[in-house]
């Protein structure tokens, strides 16, 4: 399968991120994706080409424009008060605050397009996470031409992101911009399967409140881990949307058994659904030597993954997530690959 991957995701690298009340080094570094292209390369997976361009039109199909503003100018408001290092939010506003106006204070307008404080904004962020989105778009591209799958070795991540906020790593939603594009250009039905460790609180937000994409996480129980607020088992999705969106919270701990029970139920419900293509938001810090998280599946597992994604038999486009064990990740993200293609 053909990878799509540019070398612009190393613009961004930010220094730190608030965790447990300190800052520390962050867990979503440039190392990531170049582990992943060496073992898409070691392994033959196929031809790595770069993206196209593809302008903003797709990106505001699913992000607000004011949101998208805030992306482009914030370091350039950041920098400006003389401020060299990382830019951060600290304050947010909360139930009965704030009622929908936007700030002009960068502080200000870093917390009310974000919710949390573990998505550093630097001098090349909008470059990496605009390429990062062309990335996910050329792959879609592939994928819509007949190819049988695409890799779209996104970096930064974007399952977190919604039509206005950052978070989790996550600026634009390339998983979500790729889906509606897909749409855009005929698809009728769109599955989004997001089998990322955390859940994919930026995608659910977008597709909600509609049937024509169908968003189903595998994730760790929000109520016990990030992101804390969102993937409940009763969120279904509301209006026309309502039995479009399936949340499978799993405790700490859990093992690929356990994990692969859920993933088999969810195929049956995006069989069911009948999507003409299928995206996978693939995040494999489900490993169990993953540094922020408690999941137990092992690297042969991912395998199993791919192999079970693959008997759908949809079109699919692989979308990069999350992972964060860096030496591991390469195995583990192709594993899923190469068991889809096998
Ligand atoms: N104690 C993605 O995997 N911080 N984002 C968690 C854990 C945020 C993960 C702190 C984790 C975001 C794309
Ligand atoms: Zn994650």
């Known amino acids: 399968m053909i990878t799509v991957y540019s070398e612009l995701h190393k613009l961004h690298h930010g220094r730190g991120e608030w965790m447990a009340g300190q800052l520390v080094p962050v867990f979503e570094m440039p190392r990531r994706a170049e582990i992943i292209l060496s073992r898409v390369q070691e392994v033959r997976l196929g031809e790595v ?45 909360v139930r009965r605050m704030n009622q929908g106006l936007e700030p002009q204070q960068i502080d200000a307008r870093l917390g009310f397009f974000s919710f949390d404080a573990a998505s550093p904004i630097t001098p090349g962020t909008w470059t990496a996470v605009a390429s ?33 906020y950052m978070g989790g790593y996550c600026f634009l939603n390339n998983a979500a911009i790729a889906a509606q594009y897909l749409r855009d250009q005929g698809a009728e039905r769109v599955a989004i399967l997001d089998v990322d460790y955390h859940h994919g609180n930026g ?13 189903v996480n595998l994730h760790a129980d929000p109520r016990v881990e990030y992101p804390y607020f969102l993937g409940h088992a009763d969120e279904r999705g509301e209006g026309a949307g309502e039995g479009y969106t399936l949340n499978y919270p799993m405790p700490w701990g ?14 049956r419900q995006i069989q069911a659904y009948g999507p003409e293509v299928l995206v996978v938001s693939l995040g494999v810090d489900t490993f169990r030597g993953d540094p922020i998280s408690q999941f137990r599946l092992e690297s042969p597992d991912y395998l199993r993954v791919g192999e079970r994604i693959a008997r759908l038999g949809r079109p699919t486009l692989f979308v990069m997530e999350g992972g964060y064990a860096v030496e591991e990740i390469g195995l583990n993200a192709v594993n899923v690959l190469q068991g889809f293609e096998d």
């Open 254 to 267: 859990t093992e690929f058994p356990a994990w692969m029970e859920r993933l088999e139920h969810a195929c």
């Open 132 to 164: 990062s989105a062309n990335v996910a778009l050329t792959a879609a591209e592939q994928v819509r031409g007949g190819s049988r799958a695409a890799f779209a070795l996104c970096r930064p991540p974007g399952h977190h992101a919604a039509q206005d």
């Open 49 to 93: 080409i770069g993206p196209q361009e593809f302008g903003l039109d797709p990106i505001l199909r699913v992000h607000s424009p004011n949101y998208v503003r805030f992306l482009q100018t914030a370091w350039a408001e950041w920098s400006k008060l003389g401020r060299t290092h990382d830019a951060l939010p600290y304050a947010w506003p």
């Open 203 to 215: 995608t659910q937000a977008i597709f909600y409140p509609r049937a024509d994409v169908l968003v």
